[in-house]
């Protein structure tokens, strides 16, 4: 039996807030035959806490489970948090050097420090090394602090350790076609490359949708939702600058529906409350809680700010497969062209509060138009989100890094 390594301080394992895709692929490789454990952090990423359980707490799961210790931060964007993956990086290490050598090292990136420690730990025991890679830095940290004339001088050593490690890994897996083709720039192994995004599994998504009742105090009217971070990152104060316009036009059918928590968000109620628009932030909800949510609502948000480094991210996914239109401001080229070529809702001009007002018009006004949208987003999401169909991909490339996987025997066919 085959022993994968699956390395990441992100996860979410049942029970918490999350639809991490760690959690899913090791269950899938598990029943697949291989012998799979997550190493990951005793930090909860999201909220921000230490976790109150250790990984022999973690029951009822096909993988083996281990918490190494991490000092955490408050902040994404932060010293305390480059700290706290050096510290967790050397820990892991520490851990790694103990244990017997696994077959195969799966490590998702960012961040860079523990992707640089296994990538040459892989080769120094000539282990098959597969990344995973699920946001650009330091591109993404150009979008939050970006000073004149410092900038290149700051990050260029996070972009020569990415470079390297991008270099090293024998195969790339990526949530978008961007992303693997960032690294693969760089590679010079013609390694194999998959685009697999992050996705959610249809079946659970549907079942949650299902059950979902109608709240006692449900807004009437349009309602326009957008779910996950409330950072620097997400311009949510042009969806509001936008309803408010629409609203000053005669339309005061329009309720925004805010879900997800971060750094802005009281900053971003804040601006809401002054604009006198219908709105709520409802903070972040257990998954199952947002997806009955977020099937309630008729169109979907997608207001990432001009530069921003991301591509295809979890909320589209989600958007997809709750079958709504999106109006989106990424300027992402991947996911502006699904947009427009599936028609799956509209682009617009990042920061344009005036273009996103129009189209959001459009929409608010042509009920049929929604649904044809909406329809052809839920499309998108069954042949492209839907992670019983799309991560067999990743198993693909992990067996193709070990040809004598597993017995023919205990292998599902």
Known sequence: MKDVLIVTNYCQFPGESGNNRYTYLADMLAAEGFEVEIVTSTFNHKTKSQRPFTGDDVKNVSYKTTLINEPGYPENVSFKRLYSHRIIALNIMNYVE???LPDLI????????????????????????????????????RMVFNPPFLSNILYRPFERAANKIFGQVDAIVGVSRTYVDRAYSVNRKNVGRSSVFLGTDLNHFDSLVEKAEL???????IKVAYIGTL?????INLITDAIALLKREGRTDIHFVVMGEGPKREAFAQY???????????????????????????????????????????????????GLPVVNTQENEEYRTYVDDLRIGFNC???????????????????????????????????????????????????????ETVEAESRVL
């Not at 950072?231 to 311009?235: H, I, K, L, V």
């Not at 972040?284 to 979907?300: F, G, H, N, T, W």
């Not at 509060?353 to 129009?358: F, L, N």
Request: aromatic share 8%; hydrophobic share 35%.
């Open 272 to 322: 809401a409350q002054r604009s006198g628009i219908s709105y709520e932030f409802t903070g972040m909800l257990p998954y199952e809680a947002m997806v009955k949510r977020l099937s309630q609502c008729d169109i979907a948000v997608n207001p990432i700010r001009k530069g921003a480094a991301q591509s295809i991210i979890n909320k589209v996914g989600d958007y997809a497969a709750a």
């Open 349 to 403: 001009i990042p920061g344009e509060s005036k273009d996103v007002a129009v189209k959001m018009e459009i929409l608010c006004s042509d009920p049929d138009l929604r649904k044809e949208m909406g329809a052809n987003n839920r499309k998108f999401a069954e042949t492209n989100f839907d992670r019983r169909h799309t991560y067999p991909e990743i198993v693909r490339v992990i067996e193709n890094l070990l040809p």
């Open 215 to 221: 709240l006692s105090d449900e807004k009437s009217g």
């Open 98 to 100: 103990r244990r017997k």
């Open 231 to 235: 950072g620097s990152s997400y311009d």
């Open 106 to 141: 799966y490590c998702p990136f960012p961040p860079i420090t523990i992707g640089k420690k296994m990538a040459e730990f892989a080769k120094r025991n000539r282990i098959p090394f597969v990344i995973d890679i699920q946001d650009l830095w330091p591109e993404a940290f």
